[in-house]
């Protein structure tokens, strides 16, 4: 068993990690950290568990540590992030000079030498691990995932990027309220209504889906070249974000062939057998009606993305639709750090 720790151990994402980690037959949870004020308190006295599931036995006496690499036991050898961005930005590298750093913060996703990334899509960006440790002087290092809307959406890109010529993506969110964490959203802005705007979201799957995408040549990454343009908003569902995909392709296609082309596709953590890898990275579904969040956000134990109402465009020459549905917790968060660390751990270690 390796040990590992969760750093925002107490938050939405924190407690999916939790979740995931306490059945994994490879990890052992040794250390859990938050900030000042949950420090030093019984893990279950210092949280507000929000998961359906009950909080497993074996962390409730876990003392949380303050979030500081001389607080966390030396024989932790992987550290899953879930802290903010801000704090992640300043304290992440201070743990990368010994641990093995899993982030979901945005922090450090798009910064040069720091690996962004999604195991079935662009596993080769694992290369950056070593510059990295040459650049910085570590023993330890930081591999990020992208953030939860974008994972969704590279993933279904993925096998269409691979045997097409994209020219242009539309994609518009309906993202679900964990998204934001415990805290983020008010429930009297939110019941009854739905909010066109999440700070820094487009940007983030504008950006983050086409470095992806990219490839990378001695250490460095070029973005995938086609255009992306993303409206996000968030809408009064607990988890499982939504997603409406516009695609415009250079030729013609059958909407047959792209559908057994999403449905077969495979990546390195299903040839692997990695633990958390799904069978069936996406799913097709051919119900009129889905997907929709509650029944489709589990597939694959959340780590499935399920599509649905894939079809030609009427309008526009060369085009097609559909709408996805994935687990913003699970496989856009928690779930995406644990599936790196689990490749890492079976290709690295
Ligand atoms: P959250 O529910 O607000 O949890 C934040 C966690 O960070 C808590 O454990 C909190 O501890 C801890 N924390 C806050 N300030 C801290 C500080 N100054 N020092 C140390 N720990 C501190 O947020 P979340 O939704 O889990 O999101 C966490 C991160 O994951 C964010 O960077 C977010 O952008 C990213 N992310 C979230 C999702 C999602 O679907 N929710 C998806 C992808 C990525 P206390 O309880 O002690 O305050």
């Known amino acids: 068993m390796i040990k590992v720790g969760v750093l925002g151990a107490t938050g939405m994402v924190g407690q999916r990690f939790i979740e995931i980690l306490d059945k994994h037959p490879d990890f052992d949870i040794s250390a859990l950290a938050a900030s000042s004020k949950s420090a030093g308190k019984r893990y279950e006295d210092a949280t507000t568990w929000y998961l359906e599931n009950s909080m497993p036995e074996s962390v409730k006496d876990i003392i949380v540590s303050e979030t500081d690499p001389n607080a966390i036991d030396n024989n932790v050898e992987i550290l899953f992030s879930s802290l903010p961005t801000e704090f992640a930005k300043v304290v992440e590298p201070k743990f990368g000079e010994n641990f093995i750093v899993a982030s979901n913060a945005s922090a450090m996703?798009?910064?040069?030498?720091?690996?962004?990334?999604?195991?079935e899509v662009n596993p080769e960006f694992l290369d950056l691990i070593e510059v990295q440790q040459k650049n910085r002087g570590w023993n330890g290092f930081i591999v990020t995932n992208p953030n939860?809307?974008?994972?969704?959406?590279?993933?279904?890109?993925?096998?269409?990027?691979?045997?097409y010529n994209i020219n242009r993506v539309h994609v518009s969110t309906m993202q679900a309220v964990s998204g934001a964490g415990y805290n983020g959203v008010p429930s009297m802005a939110i019941v009854d209504n739905l909010v066109p705007f999440i700070s820094g979201e487009e940007e983030k799957m504008e950006s983050e889906t086409l470095h992806i995408l990219g490839t990378i040549n001695d250490g460095t990454i070029k973005d995938a070249d086609f255009n992306l343009s993303a409206s996000c908003n968030r809408v009064a569902v607990l988890d499982g974000h939504t997603e409406s995909v516009f695609i415009d392709l250079d030729e013609d296609i059958n909407i047959l062939d792209l559908k057994n082309k999403m449905s077969n596709f495979k990546g390195l953590p299903?040839?692997?057998?990695l633990f958390s890898a799904p069978k069936n990275p996406v799913i097709v579904t051919e119900e009129e009606n889905r997907p929709q969040p509650r029944m489709d956000r589990n597939a694959g134990n959340g780590m499935?993305?399920?599509?649905?109402?894939?079809?030609?465009?009427?309008?526009?020459?060369?085009?097609?639709?559909?709408?996805?549905?994935?687990?913003?917790?699970v496989r856009g968060a928690a779930g995406a750090s644990i599936l790196n660390a689990e490749l890492i751990v079976k290709e690295l270690l």
């Open 109 to 119: 996703r798009m910064v040069d030498d720091i690996p962004l990334v999604i195991p």
């Open 304 to 329: 499935s993305i399920t599509v649905g109402r894939l079809r030609k465009d009427k309008v526009f020459n060369n085009s097609f639709k559909y709408t996805l549905v994935g687990h913003n917790t």
């Open 270 to 273: 299903q040839k692997l057998n």
């Open 148 to 163: 939860c809307s974008t994972i969704a959406l590279a993933l279904t890109l993925k096998p269409i990027h691979d045997n």
